[in-house]
């Protein structure tokens, strides 16, 4: 078990997990326990997830934080956190900084887990703070093609991972280090979109080494544990 530490950026984390949550191997359990100020939605649904309960959520745990927040969604958590940005108000959106949505599930395909149903339609989202939609070259929840889709509908950036699955558990790359990247990345865009009078008290993240990423994603990619 790694110490807990600062994180790799200076907002707080707000973790929304998806269906039946996140386990204790999943990435998300790992950056909870690792990084200081990162905090999880509050449900107790998990496994019959309500769209209206879990977007109420979404915005109880915002108000409680009570700063700029990063979300950092994963799998039907996207969608959630898509459809609290499509209702919140402008104030409502100041309170969170940027999102970090990874392996959203394909909500258009005709075998769709009827769980899921409700949270469509997908919405389309302009004027929100920097979004990061993250895919996967072999993610059977969602191909690589409609995870850009939904990027495009979201106005959010899109980056391909590579092939890990949907990025989970099962995907074996612990605390994910490439998602630290992004994460890190995606707090300083959220820096430079933010009014001045929200920047007091955040610092930049540390240097990243982004050639200890890239070695850390071949090792994984070749299916060898991280050093």
């Known amino acids: ?65 009570g700063a700029p927040t990063i979300i950092v969604a994963h799998s039907l958590g996207c969608h959630a956190v898509a459809h609290w940005l499509a209702q919140a108000g402008h104030d409502a959106r100041r309170r969170v900084a940027g999102a970090l949505l990874v392996a959203p599930p394909d909500l258009w395909r005709n075998d769709l887990d009827r769980r899921l ?15 990061v939609v993250v895919g996967s070259d072999n993610d059977h929840y969602c191909d690589l093609g409609t995870a850009r889709k939904l990027a495009s509908r979201w106005s959010a950036r899109f980056v391909n991972a590579g092939p890990f699955g949907h990025i989970n558990a099962d995907s074996r790359i612990g605390d994910w280090p490439y998602g630290q990247y992004l994460l890190a990345s995606l707090h300083l865009e959220a820096m430079a979109h933010a009014p001045y009078s929200d920047l007091d008290g955040f610092a930049p993240p540390p240097t990243v080494n982004a050639d200890r990423y890239r070695f850390d994603q071949y090792q994984l990619s070749r299916g060898r544990p991280l050093q």
């Open 117 to 131: 149903a409700p949270f469509a339609p997908v919405p389309a989202l302009w004027a929100t703070p920097p979004l």
């Open 1 to 65: 078990c790694k110490p807990v530490t600062i994180s790799p950026i200076g907002h707080p984390i707000l973790l929304m997990p998806g269906l039946n949550d996140s386990g204790p191997d999943h990435w998300q359990t790992h950056w909870q326990r690792q990084f200081l100020d990162t905090h999880r939605v509050a449900l107790g649904c998990w496994d019959e997830p309500d769209r209206d309960v879990w977007v109420d959520a979404i915005d109880h745990a915002l108000a409680d934080i």
